[in-house]
């Protein structure tokens, strides 16, 4: 994918969302039920779409939250429900559609107690420890498009086990919505004022019920004790009140970069195609806070519902998420004493195979599973998985004690670890995956995007390993061709083509007219471009493709 001439610089006024219009549109636009591209469909993190593309709208929320009151009623799921949302400018308009909806089907709802907003692993920690203390099941609604661009919306559903929904329960909430959807008009609602006013809404401190737990999950005195230097920005996102907390309560030595909260985002720098993007993964929309790293020790940031991190170091920069998440899982495998002995590593199956080399040297078994945050779950829950990470920059584990302290993406969690392993180990966690590549090798990865239509979209997601007949890849024979994650037996939806010093996966986007192919190699760029075009043929010829 070409690069855009601005990419990594500054707004201007024409990359802006007028966010009047955007509100207005929201309100006013009537989505057509017939048309697929205006139906509600979740995705791996929910729905997501835009108001002026009548994707997101009024609508669609109301349809959403009354799919999800049925099936609440139909799962026995009588508790309160957590209800979250972050900053960008459709999250509160449809935050008020939601209490609307919920307090007619009698849901006592959980909001902010300064009405500010909630990031995803606030309330994921929140289910959890509710749950926990045997009180009637409680799950949660999180408003958030992650970090799309300013102009989406998005609502994801969690259910009692704190994570992201399984695909049996979307699929039901999906098709109970869009059945909705064609008659929105008769779904009743209580007006806001009345909602607000009613004893179904309720008042809940989520930032110090976040807060005051960390000490349970991380090692906050050694952070204090080093006097880091340690700099965040919360990229206009759900996670400022949170580090402004962190701060005062635990004395750290810590600068918030960015206080801004603009639903235009316009402080951000632009993303590798010119569009306004939060990703915290991303160098080109980093740039800002990459340009600061020789002020800090280590320094990070979060999207807009801070289920991702972005750690930036003196020694590396901006970290590749697959370079944080082997030296984390390093780290955190080696000095984490209350953790049970069986406690497994969790990864995706598109992330790098330095993790499967970590794990091994760890005597960890490997837990491999396709996209999607929601194959973790039962296992942190359980305990049986200590970690579980995706190549996209988000992950969890346990906490001190072996528990579960969140089963949804914690950026929050993630970039704070980045800090005590620099107090802990005296370095930073560049340095850390630096020394990781010294004993098992430094691998070059990369993923591109191919065209595809939907016939062959679904073509990918039905291949066998009969149906891909090669037996080397760049030079190497191939060891194995999935279809099925080895983690757990689920469908990858793609495949992927292993061999001793690299790989490469394929699987259709779920919005886009394209596949995604990511490779990897441990013997260096020749290697990988060898990998990638091969991967094209190989996937091409089963797509037939010429």
């Not at 997501?48 to 009354?66: D, T, W």
């Not at 289920?307 to 020694?315: F, K, L, N």
């Not at 837990?367 to 305990?383: A, Y």
């Not at 850390?432 to 939907?454: E, H, I, K, M, N």
Request: aromatic share 6%.
């Amino acid at each position: 994918m070409s690069r855009h001439p601005r990419a990594g610089q500054g707004t201007l006024p024409q990359d802006l969302i007028p966010v009047d219009r955007l509100v207005d549109a929201y309100y006013d636009r009537r989505p057509d039920a017939a048309d697929p591209q205006q139906r509600v469909s979740f995705g791996t993190s929910g729905h997501r779409g835009s108001a002026q593309a009548g994707s997101f709208n009024e609508a669609h929320i109301v349809a959403i939250s009354e799919a999800i009151c049925r099936h609440r009623r139909a799962q026995g799921i009588r508790g309160q429900l957590f209800l979250g949302r972050d900053t960008h400018a459709l999250s509160e308009p449809a935050q008020r559609t939601v209490i609307e909806v919920l307090v007619t089907n009698q849901v006592t709802v959980l909001i902010d107690a300064q009405d500010g907003p909630t990031p995803t692993p606030a309330v994921s920690h929140a289910i959890l420890k509710h749950n926990g203390n045997g009180a009637a099941a409680a799950d949660g609604i999180v408003i958030t498009p992650s970090h799309n661009p300013p102009e989406d919306g998005g609502l994801k559903y969690n259910p009692p086990d704190g994570g992201p929904a399984d695909t049996e329960a979307t699929s039901r909430i999906e098709a109970e919505a869009n059945r909705l959807l064609k008659a929105v008009k008769r779904i009743k609602r209580v007006p806001l004022e009345r909602a607000l006013a009613s004893s179904f809404v309720q008042r809940f401190d989520y930032v110090r019920d976040y807060v005051e737990d960390l000490p349970l999950a991380l090692d906050m005195d050694a952070i204090r004790r080093a006097d880091l230097r340690l700099g965040v920005d919360p990229l206009g996102g759900a996670s400022l009140p949170y580090w402004l907390a962190i701060q005062q309560r635990f004395g750290l030595n810590l600068e918030i970069v960015n206080d801004r909260l603009d639903p235009t985002f316009s402080f951000m720098t632009l993303d590798h195609d010119g569009r306004i993007r939060m990703d915290c993964s991303s160098p080109d929309a980093m740039a800002g806070l990459v340009g600061l790293k020789d002020r800090f020790d280590v320094a990070f940031a979060n999207d807009p519902d801070a289920d991702r991190h972005g750690v930036v170091t003196r020694s590396s920069g901006l970290l590749n998420p697959n370079h944080y998440l082997a030296a984390a899982i390093d780290y955190l495998f080696r000095n984490r004493s209350g953790w049970p002995r069986s406690a497994a590593v969790g990864k995706t199956l598109v992330s790098s195979a330095m993790i499967d080399r970590v794990a091994d040297a760890l005597g960890r078994e490997l837990i491999e599973v396709p996209v999607g945050f929601k194959w973790f779950v039962q296992g942190l829950l359980r305990g049986s998985l200590g970690f579980g990470g995706e190549e996209s920059a988000g992950a969890s584990f346990l906490d001190l004690r072996g528990r579960a302290w969140s089963t949804d993406k914690d950026g929050i969690l993630l970039a704070l670890l980045a800090a005590e392993m620099t107090a802990r180990q005296r370095c930073d966690p560049g340095q850390s995956y630096s020394a990781l590549t010294q004993r098992f090798g430094a691998p070059v990865y990369r993923r591109l995007d191919a065209p595809a239509s939907p016939e062959q979209k679904e073509a990918l997601k039905r291949l066998s390993p009969e149906e891909v007949p090669a037996r080397e890849l760049a030079g190497e024979l191939v060891l194995q061709v999935l279809t099925r994650a080895p983690g757990n037996d689920a469908a990858i939806g793609g495949l992927k083509v292993v061999t001793e010093n690299g790989w490469f996966a394929a699987r259709p986007s779920g919005t886009e007219s394209i596949y995604k192919i990511y490779a990897e190699s441990f013997r260096g760029e020749e290697h990988l471009n060898e990998i990638i075009a091969e991967a094209q043929t190989v996937v091409g010829s089963a797509l037939g493709q010429p």
